[in-house]
T-cell receptor, first 111, second 112 residues
Framework: DGGITQSPKYLFRKEGQNVTLSCEQNLNHDAMYWYRQDPGQGLRLIYYSQIVNDFQKGDIAEGYSVSREKKESFPLTVTSAQKNPTAFYLC??????????FGSGTRLTVV | ELKVEQNPLFLSMQEGKNYTIYCNYSTTSDRLYWYRQDPGKSLESLFVLLSNGAVKQEGRLMASLDTKARLSTLHITAAVHDLSATYFCAGRGGGSNYKLTFGKGTLLTVNP
């Protein structure tokens, strides 16, 4: 079955620590996205990539970094510069902007 | 830059009643999406609306798009408890820009 897989489902980060969230898709989609969701804020775009080895900042990129070395993979690193990282993170992919598919999400908590 | 506004943000309704969620967007959006989200879960795609006057229906939900008014609506008919969830609309900027811009969501609670 084609789909998009996020891992881990739950992640705990200590102060000052970098953590990486995984996002893998086997849908052969060119474009991939990372969104952050906070209660009452809807989904806000962190980074997106429309092609391998290229990505653009979204609306709230500060404190985050990404890479797109393979078409299937778009990992998100939450760096220590992100002061309020506790949130629900959703990865998505699309083919030429049609039919967006969302992963099941990663809940990140600072401890 | 596309901006999307939903209202209401909170909606409590009784079973059997009808209601409408509104989604306004600021600039041209070449398609409009509606999603459902249950607590702690991912987004479930409900509708994609591509052109002015588009109307789509699935069960008790019906979505429409008026591109001239930059308005989409999600109408709920004879609500049932199972429809309780958060509903999001999202617009796409158009051209080669595929990113979606979301509204803040409408938390719908259907009471017996």
């Amino acid at each position: 079955d084609g789909g998009i897989t996020q891992s881990p489902k739950y992640l705990f980060r200590k102060e000052g620590q970098n953590v990486t969230l995984s996002c893998e898709q086997n849908l052969n989609h060119d474009a991939m996205y990372w969104y952050r969701q906070d209660p009452g804020q809807g989904l806000r775009l962190i980074y997106y990539s429309q092609i391998v080895n290229d990505f653009q900042k979204g609306d709230i990129a500060e404190g985050y970094s990404v890479s797109r070395e393979k078409k299937e993979s778009f990992p998100l690193t939450v760096t220590s510069a992100q002061k309020n990282p506790t949130a629900f993170y959703l990865c998505a992919s699309s083919a030429a902007g049609d039919g967006y598919t969302f992963g099941s999400g990663t809940r990140l908590t600072v401890v | 830059e596309l901006k999307v506004e939903q209202n209401p943000l909170f909606l409590s309704m009784q079973e059997g009643k009808n209601y409408t969620i509104y989604c306004n967007y600021s600039t041209t959006s070449d398609r409009l999406y509606w999603y459902r989200q249950d607590p702690g879960k991912s987004l479930e795609s409900l509708f994609v609306l591509l052109s002015n006057g588009a109307v789509k229906q699935e069960g008790r939900l019906m979505a429409s798009l008026d591109t001239k008014a930059r308005l989409s609506t999600l109408h709920i008919t004879a609500a049932v408890h199972d429809l309780s969830a958060t509903y999001f609309c999202a617009g796409r900027g158009g051209g080669s820009n595929y990113k979606l811009t979301f509204g803040k969501g409408t938390l719908l609670t259907v009471n017996p």
